[in-house]
């Protein structure tokens, strides 16, 4: 979703009294309460992000609450994958000069980059997020061993 991002339970710094943490962990479990989201790519994707999407899929439906309300995101991200391995491949066939001028292919790939960085970072697929989450679930772990400690 690409509205303000809520903090997850874990990755909350600050001290959390047992009924916040419960608040949390209703909120977070509405998450996966959306609808599920539905594997059939957009029938107008570009091949290549067609592909991506094919591969990319199963790994966020096993590993994250995707709904059917994040499938723009992930199109974007796919196509915007796209458009980086085309670029990609022009440059490779045309070179880096095209008629003694830069090949527009550069900027187009290095805006493209920027947009993809931000989008994996949004579904979780960039390996920062991914360790974020890790990090954070390791944390809620300890919190939890020291509350039941402490009860």
Known sequence: M??????AL????KHLTNEEKAQRRDMEKALNQY?????????????????EWNRVTPIL???????ELDKGLLTAYCET??????????????????????NKNLRLREK????LRSLSNDLGLSISSRA?????????????EIGDLLE
């Open 81 to 102: 994958y796209s458009l980086i391995k085309t670029c990609t491949l022009a440059i490779k066939e045309e070179g880096t000069v095209v008629d003694g001028k830069e």
């Open 132 to 144: 974020k989450l890790a990090l954070n679930q390791a944390r809620e772990n300890e919190d939890d």
């Open 35 to 51: 609808s599920k989201l539905d594997v059939t790519p957009p029938e107008w994707l570009t091949d290549y992000a067609l592909a």
């Open 112 to 115: 493209a980059i920027k947009d």
């Open 61 to 67: 439906l096993e590993e994250t609450p995707i709904s």
């Open 2 to 7: 690409m509205s303000r991002n809520v903090k």
């Open 10 to 13: 874990g990755d909350m710094t």
